[in-house]
């Protein structure tokens, strides 16, 4: 017990850390609603603070500041988070 770290706080995601990322995405996320768990890793992951809970417990992505890194996808367990090639890219 004398190793274990006492946890004491939880950092919040804050929205547009590096200010409106939207335009530098070549791939957007894309959650199924569906295949959620509302387990809340995307939220937590997220850097950019660009993912919103819902009042249902879900949550949306606010593109404005959505960078594209795909972080999101990567952390879901359920896999509801798809990367998408952003249109009129490449």
Do not use: F, H
Request: one cysteine or more; hydrophobic letters at 35%.
């Amino acid at each position: 017990m004398a190793n274990e770290l006492p946890i004491t706080a939880i950092a919040v995601p804050t929205k547009g850390a590096a200010g409106r990322t939207g335009l530098w995405r070549i791939e957007r996320p894309v959650i199924d609603q569906s295949k959620c768990v509302k387990c809340l890793l995307c939220w937590l992951y997220c850097p950019e603070g660009a993912i919103v809970r819902r009042e249902d417990g879900g949550v949306e992505i606010d593109y404005e500041y959505c960078k594209g890194c795909g972080i999101c996808a990567n952390e879901c367990p359920a896999k509801a988070v798809t990367m998408v090639e952003e249109e009129g890219v490449g």
